[in-house]
């Protein structure tokens, strides 16, 4: 199975920080790379695909990149709502694994 | 807009059969795959396996056989049936519809989520 590292695992910030979280395939998964956002007692929302498309209707603020093994999932302007759980995926093969997560906390 | 409700009991026994559906509201269903995902504490977010409109599945191996995932087009519904449960398997559990885009897939609709905790 791909392994699927996130750091870090928890986050502290402020409202209009800017923040980075970054997640690392165990083998090269090319542009294979899904993020999503949880918040308590919720099913995860997709954010981006492929890496770096952004799904509709989701802020500009949030952006990706990577390839290979690594990415990242940059947000800038922290807004109240952003406060959530980020997970990455890998859609390369199955079976498809998630990260451990990574919390953002105020 | 593609919505997905689940159903099924909320507690299990140990060594029982879980039984989940998800009633999809769509008339596209033959146009996905159909994917089950559980979470709990202990191992995040894990992917069961998942179901085209065509019957063909992929199960995560970690499973050991003991997930199946069936598909009613009749009634919009796909089904998960988890054998020989254990404390372990304790989980919230997710239907979620396994979108493309090229050759991207992504699980881009999800169900409302069903805990079960399996008691010993």
């Known amino acids: 199975d791909i392994q699927m590292t996130q750091s870090p695992s928890s986050l502290s910030a402020s409202v209009g920080d800017r923040v980075t979280i970054t997640c690392r395939a165990s083998q090269n998964i090319d542009d294979y790379l899904n993020w999503y956002q949880q918040k308590p007692g919720k099913a995860p929302k997709l954010l981006m695909f492929?890496?770096?498309y952004l799904v509709s209707g989701v802020s500009s603020r949030f952006s990706g990149s990577g390839s290979g093994t690594d990415f990242t999932l940059t947000i800038n302007s922290l807004q109240p709502e952003d406060f959530a759980t980020y997970y990455c995926q890998q859609s390369y093969r199955t079976p498809y694994t998630f990260g451990l997560g990574t919390k953002l906390e105020i | 807009q593609v919505q997905l409700r689940q159903s099924g009991p909320g507690l299990v026994e140990s060594s029982e059969t879980l039984s989940l559906t998800c009633t999809v509201s769509?008339?596209?269903?033959?146009?996905?795959?159909w994917s089950w995902i559980r979470q709990s504490p202990g191992k995040g977010l894990e992917w069961i396996g998942q179901?085209?409109?065509?019957?063909?599945?992929d199960y995560n191996p970690s499973l050991k056989g003991r997930a199946t995932i069936i598909l009613d087009t009749s009634k919009n519904q796909f089904s998960l049936k988890l054998t020989s449960l254990t404390v372990a398997d304790t989980a919230v559990y997710y239907c979620?519809?396994?979108?493309?885009?090229?050759?991207?897939?992504?699980?881009?609709?999800w169900g409302q989520g069903t805990l079960v905790p399996v008691s010993s």
């Open positions: 979620a519809s396994c979108g493309y885009s090229d050759d991207y897939g992504y699980f881009d609709y």
């Open positions: 769509t008339d596209s269903i033959s146009n996905y795959y």
């Open positions: 179901i085209f409109y065509t019957g063909n599945t």
């Open positions: 492929a890496a770096s």
